[in-house]
């Protein structure tokens, strides 16, 4: 899948090292053992386009993968946060789908979605120095309240990033009033892990 990959080199070396801390935080989470560094996987999104896995199945059964991803600004903005946010989802896609295929389990484009909007809370989270409910409420504000949509309302690509936005908002709001409201973290990931094993019936059911 070399020409998957054309174009990876210096110029990914920001891009890299993020994806690789948050492929590590993940893993470290949920409690996965790694099949495969993302950083092998990963190129440049075009200009203007936005972050992208692409997968398929080759002939003798194996996938083969490529994320493409914004590139990281200099300077620190808004911007650079969607920047940012999207390669979290870009790891998020990645990770599901490496842990469901070395398990043989199916994964919807739904579940995914909704498992990388939980992802992108919980990774930034635990990049905030002091982490409680003022400061969830806010990171759950930003992510899914001041979103906006690429897609528009309607079609199959919008109402799925829609229901994935809504699904995380409900679900999100429901860990910080369970848990870390009450500083329990410990039961906080013992949730986040089962909300990952679950499919995208049982996700939809816990949001």
Same mark, same amino acid.
């Given at each position: 899948m070399s020409?998957?990959l054309e174009?990876?080199g210096v110029?990914l070396?920001?891009?890299?090292?993020l994806?690789?801390r948050?492929?590590?935080?993940?893993e470290r989470?949920?409690r996965?053992?790694?099949?495969?560094d993302?950083?092998?996987?990963?190129?440049?999104?075009g200009?203007g386009?936005?972050?992208?896995?692409l997968?398929? =199945?080759?002939?003798?059964g194996?996938l *083969?993968?490529?994320l493409r /991803?914004? &590139?990281l600004?200099?300077? $620190?903005?808004?911007?650079?946060?969607?920047?940012?946010?999207?390669?979290?989802?870009?790891?998020?896609h990645?990770v599901?789908?490496?842990d469901?295929?070395?398990?043989?389990r =199916?994964?919807?484009q739904l579940e995914? *979605?909704v498992?990388?909007? /939980?992802d &992108?809370?919980?990774?930034? $989270?635990?990049s905030?120095?002091d982490?409680d409910?003022t400061?969830?409420?806010r990171?759950?504000?930003?992510?899914?309240?001041a979103?906006?949509f690429?897609h528009?309302?309607?079609t199959?690509l919008g109402e799925?990033y829609r229901?994935?936005n809504?699904?995380?908002?409900?679900f999100t709001?429901?860990?910080e009033?369970d848990?870390?409201a009450r500083?329990r973290f410990g039961?906080l990931?013992?949730?986040l892990?089962r909300?990952f094993e679950?499919?995208?019936?049982?996700k939809?059911?816990?949001a």
């Amino acid at each position: 899948m070399s020409h998957l990959l054309e174009g990876n080199g210096v110029g990914l070396v920001r891009e890299i090292a993020l994806a690789s801390r948050v492929q590590r935080a993940l893993e470290r989470l949920y409690r996965l053992d790694r099949s495969a560094d993302v950083d092998a996987f990963m190129t440049h999104a075009g200009h203007g386009e936005r972050e992208t896995l692409l997968v398929r =199945e080759s002939g003798d059964g194996a996938l *083969e993968i490529s994320l493409r /991803v914004p &590139k990281l600004g200099d300077v $620190a903005s808004d911007d650079d946060l969607d920047a940012i946010c999207q390669i979290i989802e870009g790891v998020s896609h990645f990770v599901y789908i490496a842990d469901r295929a070395s398990r043989e389990r =199916e994964a919807t484009q739904l579940e995914l *979605e909704v498992q990388a909007e /939980v992802d &992108k809370y919980v990774v930034l $989270a635990e990049s905030l120095r002091d982490f409680d409910e003022t400061t969830s409420r806010r990171l759950r504000e930003r992510l899914y309240e001041a979103s906006t949509f690429t897609h528009g309302e309607g079609t199959t690509l919008g109402e799925r990033y829609r229901m994935a936005n809504r699904c995380a908002r409900r679900f999100t709001g429901r860990l910080e009033r369970d848990y870390v409201a009450r500083a329990r973290f410990g039961e906080l990931h013992d949730e986040l892990r089962r909300f990952f094993e679950m499919g995208q019936g049982d996700k939809l059911r816990a949001a």
